[in-house]
């Protein structure tokens, strides 16, 4: 098994509060792998290091055997890593349509294309269409992102991810926020992800992580606590003390 | 497959051009055949929306405000002045590009002064280099005349054919092909993928990036173009009034630009050139009735602007031509501004 995407030592300080403690992470080739922790565990300060929006203070961050530390956020995705966002980042003002459009233009190096008006090349038009049928969003193409239910902005969310053909895809919280009869779409859309790109899944929804996940690594206070396969970590008394515990209470 | 043809009749319906934009063009047209006696007016609103429409491609579209527009207007003049002046091109046309050229190469120079920080720094910077052109002009005042100005430029015909009148029809009719061509750039442009990557960098530069969109390359880019188009701005200023003075460069020209594009509305391209029309006509108008004052009720008229909101105002001026429509046609409104971004 070769490893797609890995941290050596990975630090992050913020004034005098470490963040990222020592962290070194390997994520396998085609792995559907978990990334969990309590709130203020560091959770969002580790992906933002992966995809580029912040720069450790030490240590490596590999993608496929690649150092791509000191890579800009635009270049990690163009080598296949690719992310959604937590919370409603989309463009509220644009389509589903040109969402799409736009990310599947940039991969395919057409982006600055200024004289070609959007629409006119089929490659394009031919791959906008597929997404937007498998992510059950070609009804509601040309309505504005904003209008859309959360559960097809969800899905919006990650088809856009999916549209960078990325090899290693970070999902962060997928279904946060999600209302109850529109959760099955996503976790379908989830689970239907081709096998071939390696997941890292940064998760609160234990029955999420639980269905989804092979493999699970806990973070606690900026530091790996432990990992394993999901019935090891979920018999781990250390986890079930500092994180499970507080889930069930919660 | 019906779903592959959806998409692209879909993706390219924003880039349809609109009964309402073949009217505005007739329009127009038509006004620079009807109204002979005000050749010159008419030359000073096409300049002025061709420059708007230039702040409108970095405002409107990709968000980068900027306090010193006139810094490439005044490079723009000055080039087409001094290439005028010294034989050194004496075709309009080629003369006009060259300026251009020359607003550009200093636009993506500054650009990347631009591109960092926010929008305060950003003000600032445009601000400061424009201020810093303008003394450079005055210190070099061999080259530039100082505060005189450039002075004794004589026009050779466009294209050789057509010779610069003492009424200014030449020039209006030159300054409009300019601006119809420029904006038919602009209108491919904003309508192509790089338009839609600004558009995103605009709304979320994060988000852009993280789509894999070269949000500094694009930036750079589009500045350059801008410029270009404020340079050939300034070169029709010289051009048509074969004078090139410090004012070019002047903090008024960039600001009364910023009032213009605000009473058009920014990001539909047309909202600089509705923006110059309105912007002049009011100053005319104001001008007539109280010379001295006349800054006052511009500056009161841009306040009810911002403060009520320019959609509303779209809304209460089409009241009438809507109503009549409804009660002849009997269907819903049809008049719109084409305007997609209202706020």
């Known amino acids: ?250 | 497959m019906t779903a592959l043809s959806d998409v692209s009749t879909h993706a390219m319906a924003s880039a349809r051009c609109r009964i309402s934009e073949v009217a505005f063009w007739v329009l127009a047209l038509a006004c620079a055949f009807l109204f002979p006696s005000r050749y010159l007016i008419m030359t000073d609103i096409v300049r002025l929306g061709l420059f708007a429409l230039s702040l409108d491609l970095i405002l409107g579209y990709a968000g980068i405000v900027s306090l010193g527009h006139a810094a490439f207007f005044g490079v723009g003049a000055y080039s087409a002045g001094l290439l005028a002046l010294h034989g050194i091109i004496n075709e309009p046309v080629i003369a006009l590009v060259a300026a251009g050229l020359v607003a550009a190469v200093l636009g993506f120079l500054t650009s990347f002064l631009v591109i960092r920080g926010v929008d305060l720094t950003r003000l600032m910077v445009t601000l400061g280099i424009a201020l810093l052109l303008e003394a450079l002009a005055e210190r070099f005042s061999d080259i530039t005349g100082g505060t005189d100005g450039l002075q004794g430029i004589e026009m050779q015909p466009v294209l050789g054919l057509f010779a610069f009148d003492m009424f200014g029809r030449t020039g209006l009719f030159y300054s409009l092909v300019v601006l119809f061509i420029l904006f038919l750039l602009a209108r491919r442009v904003v309508h192509s993928p790089f338009g839609l990557s600004l558009r995103a960098i605009k709304n979320n530069p994060l988000r852009a990036a993280a789509i894999g969109v070269p949000v500094n390359r694009r930036l750079i880019a589009i500045y350059t173009l801008a410029a270009f188009y404020a340079g050939i701005a300034g070169a029709l200023f010289t051009q048509t009034t074969a004078l090139a003075s410090l004012d070019v460069f002047s903090f008024e020209r960039s600001a009364d630009l910023m009032l213009v594009l605000v009473i058009g509305g920014t990001g539909y391209l047309y909202g600089g050139l509705i923006g110059a029309v309105v912007f002049k006509m009011l100053q005319e108008l104001f001008q007539s009735i109280t010379p001295q004052y006349w800054l006052f009720w511009i500056g009161l008229v841009l306040v009810v602007i911002v403060m009520v909101g320019r959609a509303r105002i779209h809304r209460w001026v089409l009241f009438v031509p809507n109503l009549i429509i409804r009660q002849l046609a009997g269907r819903k409104a049809a008049v719109a501004v084409p305007e997609s971004d209202a706020s």
């Open chain 1, 1 to 250: 098994m070769t490893i797609a995407l890995e941290t050596r030592n990975l630090e992050k300080s913020f004034g005098g509060l470490r963040v990222t403690r020592d962290l070194s992470l390997k994520v396998m080739q085609g792995a559907r792998h978990a990334l969990i922790g309590p709130n203020g565990a560091g959770k969002t300060t580790v992906i933002n290091q992966l995809t580029g929006v912040l720069t450790p203070n030490s240590g490596r961050i590999l993608l496929e055997g690649h150092d791509i530390t000191g890579l800009s956020v635009h270049r990690r995705v163009l080598r296949g890593l690719s992310r959604t966002f937590q919370i409603n980042q989309l463009y509220a003002d644009l389509t589903p349509l040109e969402t799409i459009g736009l990310a599947v233009s940039e991969r395919m190096g057409r982006g600055g294309d200024w004289w070609r008006r959007m629409g006119t090349r089929d490659d394009v038009n031919a791959e906008i269409a597929e997404l937007l049928s498998r992510f059950h969003l070609l009804d509601v193409m040309t309505e504005l992102t904003s209008t859309l239910p959360y559960g097809k902005q969800r899905l919006l969310e990650i088809a856009v991810a999916i549209a960078a053909k990325p090899r290693v895809l970070l999902l962060d919280e997928p279904a946060a926020g999600v209302p109850e009869s529109e959760r099955h779409d996503i976790l379908a859309a989830v689970a239907a992800l081709p096998r071939d790109v390696t997941v890292l899944l940064i998760e609160h929804d234990m029955d999420l992580v639980f269905s989804f996940a092979d493999r699970i690594s806990v973070l606690v206070n900026g530091g790996l606590l432990t990992e394993g396969a999901p019935d090891e970590v979920a018999r781990d008394p250390q986890v079930r003390a500092v994180y499970l515990g507080e889930a069930a209470d919660a």
